[in-house]
């Protein structure tokens, strides 16, 4: 039931935010910590990770929580690959149309992805941090990408990438992308690293050609219970 509300919800989600043409990637995320097992099932069925083009020379990459359990987004780490750097963020009070409840800012608090030190592909540091604006007050999270919430993240690509430079990174785990979440399931000390795990299909065409046979499937089920 909590995945098939989050597939909803990501489908609204690429609807409203489709407007740049182009396709959009979407990728889930895999806890390397496992300070309790809900904490991590939280984590794993309801924040997702969208890629897309951003201008030519440009990538944007949107941290989404679906919901409906507490937990929220508060560090996002990079390890770079083909990216140069930071460009700009759309949240609270960055770029257009941002979530006016999350509001990140450059930088983070420890400098390393919390866990990262015992999983072998991170190689121990990051590249670049984007932390919540309030990460120094510990158990306020109102700035985090809670619920219902996302945050834009664009970085420029190195000088002749493109977006299919940046899909084989994330394949190749030359670029991966590491999120540390709390509060999951509504209780601050429960915390949780992840990292993006495998590709899904696209939340543009594909996505919504399969939202009815996800219902009707939910729905036979239902009714079979």
């Known amino acids: 039931m909590r995945k098939f509300i989050a597939f909803l919800m990501l ?9 740049r043409a182009g ?3 979407l990728y889930t995320f895999e806890a390397i910590t496992n300070n309790s097992a809900t904490s991590v099932a939280i984590g794993e069925s309801q924040l ?8 030519s020379d440009k990538v944007l990459f ?6 409906p359990l507490p937990g929220y987004i508060d560090a996002i780490y990079f390890k770079d690959g083909s990216l140069l750097g930071p460009a700009s963020l759309i949240d609270a009070d960055d770029g257009v149309g941002g979530d006016p ?5 450059a930088g983070a608090s420890p400098p390393h992805l919390p866990g990262g030190n015992d ?7 990051a590249g670049f941090i984007i932390d919540d604006a309030d990460a120094d ?7 985090g990408v809670d619920p219902d919430e996302w945050l834009g993240v664009i970085f420029q690509l190195q000088p002749s990438s493109s977006l299919s430079d940046v899909l084989s990174d994330l394949a190749t785990q030359e670029l991966i992308i590491g999120i540390h979440a709390g509060g999951l399931g509504g209780n601050d000390g ?5 990292v993006n795990n495998g590709l899904v299909p696209s939340p543009g065409a594909v996505l919504l050609a399969g939202i009815g046979v996800g219902a009707v499937g939910w729905l036979r089920r239902r009714r079979m219970i």
């Open 11 to 19: 489908c609204s989600f690429a609807l409203c935010t489709n407007a």
């Open 23 to 25: 396709p959009t990637y």
């Open 48 to 55: 997702f990770l969208q890629v897309e083009a951003y201008d």
């Open 62 to 67: 949107t941290f989404i929580n679906t919901g």
């Open 101 to 105: 409840n999350v509001d990140f800012t």
């Open 119 to 125: 999983y072998d592909p991170w190689k121990l540091s």
């Open 137 to 143: 007050s510990p158990g306020n999270d109102k700035d």
């Open 190 to 194: 429960d915390s949780e690293t992840f």
